[in-house]
């Protein structure tokens, strides 16, 4: 297991320094120049900057960059590959995701990253002399970390070796726990967390809290089977105060044409110190700040803006006077800023779901976009809108497949982006190569979810009725219709989450976790139309990834055995 025996960049050196040593404990040397476990965990301080890294860690593994992150919502029943790779984000399966392929390692080593980095904090807690409620909240803190990377570990693969000690030396002798072995190791370390951190209201901005952690304890005990369980820990986060959803405008554009949705997605009103009491754990984004990732200059961070948004500027048709009537830049406005048309919403996440009620806020002008104005000041065409001139659109698959399409503009920040991005800062054009970022904090726990996952656990106990309330306290926010215990089923939840999170969600988790991937991707993504073998080429035994080759190789002394239907 590569990511045990090579922890961190500053017990590396230590640990080639001594491995395969075995000399008497009065010759061991303790390191004085050089950071280690040994002389690196000694102040409250020194953990606490151990436990930032893993808020980091973990806000990079499932939320920065265009590749890794997106795994969870490319080539699922929310959306495709329009770009025609592939090899690249799941454009085809066999080809996308194999036993040597970057996806299914990558995220077996940031968990495994995340598991040891834990287990030393853990480990060196013990020889502290902290007071029993120092330890106790360390200690909480650290575990949400490890549990939340053992449920993701279950989720993705199933089974897979656990590890709660620090590991100084290589070991060679891994073999796989029980998937449920897996869950109830993730369900043990949430609830300890969970009864012993803070209330939401009583942590910083961007911190883990009681209320955080029982949502992560609700889905894994949903993960157990445990619905019981699954519904006493949501509660306890539905039941708290200081945690509401959101109902009334509110935020930095709260005065602009809108609805209280919209509003969830404003550049700064994802926080608690925004009057935001429905996020319960949100990653934290500062441009052009040491720590805050994103920058104005260069791509960095969050990127479904560059993933989700269309490409109009790409638009290849001119008015009669023969201009483009969309700037040849992206904009800071509807048009969805500096998106490159990659991942295209399936038929079903973008038309199907919204059958039940189009006039679902949700799927408001505002927060679905369908249409946009044509932007270029220049053009005969300006502020008129495309749907105008379908005429002159739609020649091509490409036109709606990449150029223009309906997208959730949560993905972006219509006239919010930093003003260091502007090219002309009156039109709101955007430099190419800064642009593409999701340039706000980004949910990764909402209350609207909590909800849905205690709908799941009631489903899960038979009571369609009980179930049936919290979907319809979700749907009334959005001033939807409200659905009667008769039509709740485990696909009207999973649609009611694509009509709630969409892109937010790590969809691909979700689907793993209830066996669903193969069913609702085969149903729902029929992927790119011009391609042979885009999205229609899930296969079952891809509900779950395989064990990357590289980790069975290396373990010489056990067999870490390969999921069912991958190559050896």
């Given at each position: 297991?590569r990511?045990f025996a090579?922890i961190?960049k500053?017990?590396l050196?230590?640990?080639i ?13 303790v390191p004085?120049?050089?950071?280690s476990?040994?002389?690196?965990f000694i ?10 890294a ?9 939320s920065e960059g265009?590749?890794r992150p997106?795994d969870h919502?490319?080539?699922t029943?929310?959306?495709y ?5 592939l090899?690249?984000?799941f454009g085809?399966y066999p080809?996308?995701?194999t ?7 990558f995220h077996?080593?940031q968990?495994y990253?995340?598991?040891?980095s834990a287990?030393?904090i ?10 029993d ?8 803190e ?12 279950a989720?993705?693969?199933g ?11 290589p ?5 796989r726990a029980?998937?449920q ?9 949430l ?7 803070p209330d939401?209201e009583?942590?910083k ?5 009681a209320?955080?952690?029982n949502?992560?304890?609700?889905e ?5 089977g ?7 820990a949501a ?7 200081n945690n509401?959803?959101m109902?009334?405008?509110f ?6 044409p ?7 997605f404003r550049?700064?009103n994802q926080n ?5 009491s429905?996020g319960i754990w949100?990653f934290?984004y500062e441009?052009?700040v040491?720590?805050g ?8 961070g ?5 993933d ?7 638009f290849?048709?001119k008015?009669?006077s023969g201009i483009?009537p969309?700037?040849s830049?992206g ?5 969805g800023?500096?998106?490159?048309g990659r991942f295209?919403?399936t ?7 919204w059958?039940y009620?189009w ?8 927060n679905?976009?369908r249409d ?19 005429s002159?659109f739609?020649?091509t698959?490409?036109d709606?497949i990449r150029n223009f399409y309906?997208?959730q ?11 260091e991005?502007f090219?002309d ?6 430099n ?7 340039y706000s904090?980004?949910?990764f726990?909402?209350l609207?979810?909590t909800?849905?996952?205690?709908a ?8 369609q009725?009980?179930?049936a309330?919290d979907i319809?306290?979700?749907r009334?926010?959005?001033h ?5 215990p ?9 649609d ?9 969600e790590?969809?691909?988790?979700t689907?793993?976790r209830?066996?669903l991937?193969y069913?609702?991707?085969a ?7 011009t391609?042979?073998?885009f999205g229609?080429d899930?296969?079952p ?8 080759y ?6 010489t002394?056990?067999?870490i055995?390969q ?5 050896k």
């Amino acid at each position: 297991m590569r990511y045990f025996a090579s922890i961190n960049k500053w017990v590396l050196l230590i640990t080639i320094l001594t491995a395969g040593c075995n000399e008497k404990e009065i010759l061991r040397e303790v390191p004085k120049d050089f950071a280690s476990p040994e002389n690196s965990f000694i102040t409250e301080s020194d953990f606490n900057s151990a436990i930032i890294a893993l808020y980091d860690l973990t806000r990079g593994t499932l939320s920065e960059g265009e590749h890794r992150p997106l795994d969870h919502i490319y080539g699922t029943d929310l959306g495709y590959n329009a770009a025609q790779q592939l090899n690249e984000r799941f454009g085809s399966y066999p080809a996308t995701l194999t036993t040597t392929s970057v996806q299914a390692l990558f995220h077996w080593q940031q968990y495994y990253k995340i598991i040891s980095s834990a287990n030393i904090i853990l480990n060196r807690l013990g020889n502290t002399s902290f007071t029993d409620d120092q330890k106790k909240a360390i200690e909480a803190e650290t575990r949400v970390f490890r549990g939340l990377a053992y449920r993701n570990l279950a989720h993705l693969y199933g089974g897979v070796p656990i590890e709660l000690n620090e590991v100084s030396s290589p070991k060679t002798d891994y073999t796989r726990a029980s998937r449920q072995q897996v869950y109830q190791q993730a369900a043990d370390d949430l609830a300890f967390a969970a009864s012993l951190l803070p209330d939401v209201e009583q942590v910083k901005d961007g911190k883990v809290s009681a209320s955080a952690a029982n949502h992560l304890l609700s889905e894994t005990y949903l993960s157990l089977g445990r619905f019981q369980d699954a519904v006493d820990a949501a509660s306890k986060v539905i039941a708290n105060t200081n945690n509401k959803l959101m109902t009334q405008r509110f935020g930095s554009l709260s005065k602009q044409p809108g609805d209280v949705y919209w509003d969830l997605f404003r550049r700064f009103n994802q926080n608690r110190s925004a009057g935001n009491s429905e996020g319960i754990w949100v990653f934290q984004y500062e441009v052009d700040v040491l720590g805050g990732v994103v920058r104005s200059a260069s791509l960095a961070g969050p990127m479904l803006e560059r993933d989700h948004s269309p490409r109009p500027y790409s638009f290849p048709y001119k008015d009669p006077s023969g201009i483009s009537p969309f700037l040849s830049l992206g904009v800071s406005d509807y048009t969805g800023g500096r998106g490159i048309g990659r991942f295209r919403g399936t038929n079903h996440f973008t038309y199907g779901i919204w059958k039940y009620d189009w006039n679902d806020i949700r799927n408001s002008e505002y927060n679905f976009v369908r249409d946009v104005k044509f932007n270029n000041p220049a053009s005969a065409w300006y502020g008129q809108k495309l749907s105008d001139h379908l005429s002159v659109f739609r020649k091509t698959l490409d036109d709606t497949i990449r150029n223009f399409y309906p997208y959730q503009s949560k993905v972006t920040t219509p006239g919010q982006h930093p003003a260091e991005l502007f090219v002309d800062p009156v039109l709101k054009t955007l430099n190419a190569s800064g642009a593409g970022t999701t340039y706000s904090d980004q949910y990764f726990i909402r209350l609207a979810e909590t909800y849905l996952l205690r709908a799941e656990a009631h489903l899960g106990l038979g009571d369609q009725m009980a179930a049936a309330a919290d979907i319809n306290v979700v749907r009334a926010r959005a001033h939807a219709k409200l659905v009667t215990p008769a039509e709740v089923t485990i696909d009207f939840i999973l649609d009611e989450r694509m009509r709630e999170l969409g892109v937010e969600e790590k969809r691909r988790l979700t689907l793993n976790r209830l066996g669903l991937l193969y069913a609702r991707t085969a149903k729902y993504c029929n992927g790119h139309p011009t391609a042979a073998h885009f999205g229609v080429d899930v296969e079952p035994h891809n509900n779950l990834f395989p064990i990357p080759y590289s980790e069975i190789e290396r373990n010489t002394n056990a067999v870490i055995e390969q999921n069912p239907g991958y190559a050896k």
